[in-house]
């Protein structure tokens, strides 16, 4: 699971993919004029060159392709997006005697709307953003089912290792690799605490940042919260594992530079920190 994100201002800040396909120049023209403010817009004459460019360029938040042009039909460049971008919202340029192929698309999950020739303006634009809108919905929607299945995993994992593990010190390297792997960190250290205020036994996973003596583990320490810091073009993270208000063990994470922990994913460390100290707890 990936802890840490970009900014909410910044991601806001960034307009959107969008590709639009026709074979008449004059149309691509029109199109990038009508939503070049709002979308980053991506030109394609045919549905191969649109394939080629999505193949470079990643997802599109919304797709418009004209249905009737050489060697390959709107609908059956859509088709072939489908698997690879599921989430991206399609939307054809037809004529009125095109009926058929467009029910058997729509039918088939291919195609969000179909406008017909020649389009009104506004009517357009509005179809584009409410579909911009789904779009951002859908993907916001599994990219949380897909974090859930991962915490949901750890979980899982935490526990198999107590069971096959002896003591709290032999638990730590494959802890440490589990919680690395998980929270997709650059590196994972987890520290057993001798007593209140100094540390014994250390797993890791990673390259080590080399955290134990660092003032970021002594502020953990002493305050019991989770500290944060960027040094060395890294963002690290030091969670303290409590029970019962007991400090058992710190865990200390590291991602790169360009990352910032966001509030959801501070919560989800803070479940993770009290699970681990559960676990540790159990092997004493």
Known sequence: MMIVDTSKQQRQSQKPKMLVVDDEPDNLDLLYRTFRRSFQVLRAESGQEALTLLADCGEVAVIISDQRMPEMKGTEFLSKTVSDFPDTMRIILTGFTDVEDLVEAINAGQVYRYITKPW?????????????????????????????????????????????????????????????????????????????????????????????????????????????????????????????????????????????????????????????????????
């Open 120 to 284: 009104d303006p506004d009517e357009l634009k509005d179809v584009v953003h409410r579909a911009a809108e789904t779009y951002e919905l859908m993907r916001q929607r599994n990219q949380e089912l897909l974090e859930s299945r991962q915490q949901t995993q750890l979980m899982l994992n935490i526990i198999e290792l107590v069971n096959k593990t002896q003591s709290p010190a032999a638990m730590l390297p494959p802890l440490a690799q589990a919680l690395r792997q998980s929270l997709e960190a650059s590196s994972c250290e987890v520290f057993l605490m001798a007593d209140e205020s100094s540390i014994g036994d250390q797993g890791s996973d990673g390259a080590s940042a080399g955290l134990a003596d660092s003032t970021l583990v002594q502020t953990a320490i002493a305050e019991k919260i989770l500290q944060q810091q960027t040094a060395d073009a890294q963002t690290q993270v030091v969670l303290p594992a409590l029970y019962q208000q007991q400090l058992v063990a710190l865990i200390a994470l590291q991602w790169p530079l360009s990352h910032i922990s966001t509030v959801d994913a501070i919560a989800w460390l803070e479940a993770v920190s009290r699970q681990v100290a559960i676990a540790i707890k159990s092997l004493q």
